[in-house]
């Protein structure tokens, strides 16, 4: 598996396997094992949220690979933000994975002004300052953020000691984030595109089958090929095996400059468009 390299000279394969809506039972380790030893994914990324992260841990220590050579992340939910809540956070999740360290660890979603008018700034960098401490005490290789906003990250940036690695935002043919992606961008931070085939919707886009037809792939092939291109990292979720095999498979063609263009112009194709600013959770 290809790496990109993060800001801080950490390697990450260039696909991460997602686990939303895995099953936290022997079905969700048997798809996430699958992911791993047949299908040859060497990143995997939970969340405390999705309640799940048991089985992650067992996936990882039944496959038989040894942990140095798969890249795990998961993230913090909103409830545990805030500077002391975050070790406790963190040490239930080493818990739940059954491991001594991890490769990522995430702010899951930024707090936002209309839920804290006075104090959002200050909760995220006091959440942040947590992050930095499990970073720098060696617990995590590398911290980042998810679902921040240029307006979310700027206030972080101009107090941080450490740049986050990473941020995790939906990013599909229907939600192309454009903007956050060119801020991150130029801010040195790996975009991580979540729902990269908008959660199934964008697979059944005339334009993308069009694509997926004459170049004798799959739609989710053409939509994970694309947001490579961007030089993004998709995390792409299925637990159906021959689905798991095929969304791997994506290093061995290309989209014509043309085919990019068309999907560049798409603009409403499913997915669940969220915004950080909006959500209620
Ligand atoms: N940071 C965040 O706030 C956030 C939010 C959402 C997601 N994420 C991460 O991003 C990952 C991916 O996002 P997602 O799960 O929302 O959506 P997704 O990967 O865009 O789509 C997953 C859906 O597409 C189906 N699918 C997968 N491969 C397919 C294929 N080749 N052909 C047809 N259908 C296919 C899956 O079905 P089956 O599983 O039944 O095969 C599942 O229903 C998540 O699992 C999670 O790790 C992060």
Not at 104 to 112: D, S, V
Not at 145 to 162: A, G, Q, R
Not at 191 to 203: N, Q, T
């Amino acid at each position: 598996m290809q790496t990109y390299k993060l800001n801080n000279g950490v390697e990450i394969p260039v696909i991460g396997f997602g686990t939303w809506e895995t099953p936290n039972d022997a079905s969700g380790a048997e798809a996430i094992k699958y992911a791993i030893t047949q299908a040859g994914y060497t990143h995997i990324d939970t969340a405390a949220a999705y309640r799940n992260e048991e089985s992650v841990g067992k996936a990882v220590r039944e496959s038989g690979i040894s942990r140095d050579k798969i890249f795990v992340t998961s993230k913090l939910w909103n409830t545990k933000r805030g500077y002391d809540n975050v070790f406790r956070a963190f040490e239930r999740t080493m818990q739940n994975l059954q491991m001594d360290y991890l490769d990522l660890y995430l702010i899951h979603w930024p707090a936002i002004q209309s839920q804290y008018p006075d104090s959002w700034t200050q909760i995220n960098y006091d959440t942040w300052r947590a992050m930095e401490q499990l970073y720098k005490d060696g617990k995590i290789r590398a911290i980042g953020v998810s679902n921040f906003m240029p307006h979310h990250l700027e206030p972080l940036l101009d107090k941080c000691d450490v740049v986050p690695a990473v941020n995790q935002i939906e990013v599909h043919p229907g939600y192309q984030q454009v903007e956050a992606v060119e801020f991150c961008k130029q801010k040195g931070i790996l975009v991580e595109a979540w729902s990269p085939l908008g959660r199934g919707d964008a697979l059944v886009n005339q334009t993308i089958m069009g694509i997926a037809d004459r170049l004798g792939r799959t739609p989710a092939q053409v939509c994970l090929r694309w947001v490579l291109d961007k030089g993004l990292l998709p995390l792409v979720k299925s637990v159906t095996p021959t689905r798991i095999l095929q969304n791997i498979d994506v290093f061995d063609f290309s989209l014509t400059e043309e085919d990019t263009k068309k999907i560049d112009a798409l603009t409403d194709c499913g997915g669940m468009c969220l915004h950080p600013d909006k959500v209620t959770f």
